[in-house]
């Protein structure tokens, strides 16, 4: 993808729900917006007949390469609990291996190594857990990648120290072990990724993923336009980044939920990332977990852009306190559609009230934004819109009715920009980058039942990238 593109020239597109107006654009931004204006020689026009030219949305949580290899896994959800019958027919994929995903410890039992082996054989296989926390290898996956021998923090052991198969929290160090035993590395596309968050009009996308082998990859796809948004990376790792559309945000650090909490270690951290002029993304998905967060934030201090994903259990004090220190919260709500059923029913009766909070946060005066944490949420945008309002799980149920928030809420925590989640929303104006989404329809109606079939067309820098009418 270049990032220059010919004039473009948006006829009757209503702005801010006040009217239609005309929008020009060239050079990548508005460079005219009005009422009777004239289209010039060589635009190209649409009509938009009155329908909504909003921002284009942000999510500000999700992995991109995950996304990818969830395409190509063996996905669990949806297929018997027994695992012997779910799996009877999964054959390799063209690496040799045998990758599966949603795997849940309560509907299909524990697994290690052993169980593995019974159920896949002498065939490489890896397994991850729904979370996205763990994964587990069969016996010839341990032996191909050294695992013994790894040293890596994340690898359980038994009793006399022999791996059982699982990995906590070693995505990174388990995706580049895979590469390294391959005879060539797997393509990995992501263009089909971005295409399809370019079809729900998704023109900015933070990845949460950290890690330089991810780094590249991204990057990679990034400059050779295979992912079209504008992409933030919560990494770690020092990236020369050169490219317009890739810039490096928080650094993403996870408080692990498989073992004893470590409250030095994460002081360390903060100040680490700090002292490199870095604010921070801390991931908590639990009460205990968010409370040791603003622990550590009290004796490390804090800095513009430090901020909490998830925050999964959060009571009215807990949220008080990320309010009192002016941190920011990035949410998942279409994971109470997804799971919210299984939330509550494997969650302590006390923790239900505050499952996945959303409007609290609001309410406290915390900056708060919506996003998907694809593709273990739902990418698609509105699904999440349609989330944020009704608050209802898959049964039906409805999980923390005072959770619930307005769709044109949630949307203006998507149209934030991608380094100030739940900050202002991105304006349409004359100068602005032409970042931008024309829907078939008024807003207000769009957000009435939200469908992203009401996105007619994407542009990111001036260039339209999704067309319905060409899909």
């Known amino acids: 993808m270049t990032d220059t593109a010919p004039a473009l020239f948006l006829h009757r597109a209503e702005v801010y729900g006040v009217g239609t107006f005309d929008c020009r654009i060239q050079g ?10 004239r289209e010039q020689p060589g635009d190209a026009v649409v009509d938009v007949r009155g329908g909504a030219l909003i921002p284009g949305l942000a999510d500000h949580h999700l992995h991109l390469a995950a996304m ?12 018997p609990t027994d695992l012997a019958l779910a799996l009877r027919d999964c054959r390799p994929d063209e690496s040799g291996w045998i990758r599966i995903v949603g795997y849940d410890d309560v509907a299909h039992g524990e697994l290690d190594r052993y169980r593995l082996d019974t159920l896949t054989g002498d065939v490489p296989t ?3 857990h729904r979370s996205g926390a763990l994964w587990i290898l069969n016996t010839v996956a341990v032996s191909r990648l050294e695992v013994a021998e790894a040293g890596q923090p994340g690898v359980e052991r038994d ?32 263009r ?18 950290p890690g330089v082998t991810h780094l590249k990859l991204v990057a990679d796809a990034v400059s050779e336009g295979a992912v079209e948004q504008h992409v933030l990376l919560m990494t ?4 020369p980044h050169a490219h317009p559309r890739l810039t490096i945000g928080p650094a993403k650090l996870v408080v692990p939920d498989h073992e004893p909490l470590d409250l030095d270690g994460l002081v360390e951290q903060i100040r680490g990332a700090h002292a490199r002029s870095r604010p921070v993304a801390i991931h908590c998905v639990t009460r205990a977990a968010l409370a040791l967060t603003l622990a550590a934030f009290d004796l490390a ?8 994903e998830h925050a999964a259990v959060a009571g009215h004090d807990l949220i008080a306190e990320v309010a009192k220190r002016d941190l920011t919260v990035v949410t998942q709500p279409s994971l ?41 949420g739902d990418a698609d945008p509105w699904a999440t819109l349609a989330a944020s309002s009704s608050r209802r799980t898959r049964s039906g149920r409805l999980l923390g009715a005072d959770e619930r928030v307005a769709a044109d809420v949630a949307l203006r925590g998507m149209l934030s920009a991608l380094d100030n989640p739940g900050g202002p929303p991105r304006a349409i104006t004359v100068g602005a980058p032409a970042d931008l989404v024309v829907l078939d329809r008024p807003l207000v109606e769009a957000l009435e039942a939200p469908d992203k079939g009401c996105v007619r067309l994407t542009l990111i820098s001036g260039r339209i990238v999704h067309d319905a009418s060409s899909s």
């Open 28 to 37: 990548g931004v508005i460079t005219q917006l009005g009422r009777g204006l």
């Open 301 to 308: 201090g804090t800095t513009r852009g430090d901020r909490i």
């Open 192 to 209: 089909t990724v971005g295409k399809r968050l370019a079809a729900c009009g998704v023109t900015h996308v933070a990845d949460a993923t």
């Open 236 to 239: 770690t790792a020092a990236w």
């Open 336 to 376: 109470v559609t997804r799971r919210g059923d299984d939330y509550w029913n494997r969650s302590d009766p006390e923790d239900r009230d505050d499952l996945w909070p959303y409007a609290r946060l609001l309410d406290a005066g915390v900056r708060a934004a919506p996003s998907s944490d694809a593709p273990y």
């Open 68 to 79: 990818a290899a969830h395409d190509q896994s063996i996905d669990l959800a949806g297929r």
């Open 159 to 190: 009793g006399e120290g022999v791996p059982t198969g699982r990995l906590w929290r070693a995505d990174h160090w388990l995706s580049e072990a895979v590469a390294r035993s391959l005879p060539r590395r797997r393509d990995l596309s992501l």
């Open 126 to 128: 890896r397994v991850q």
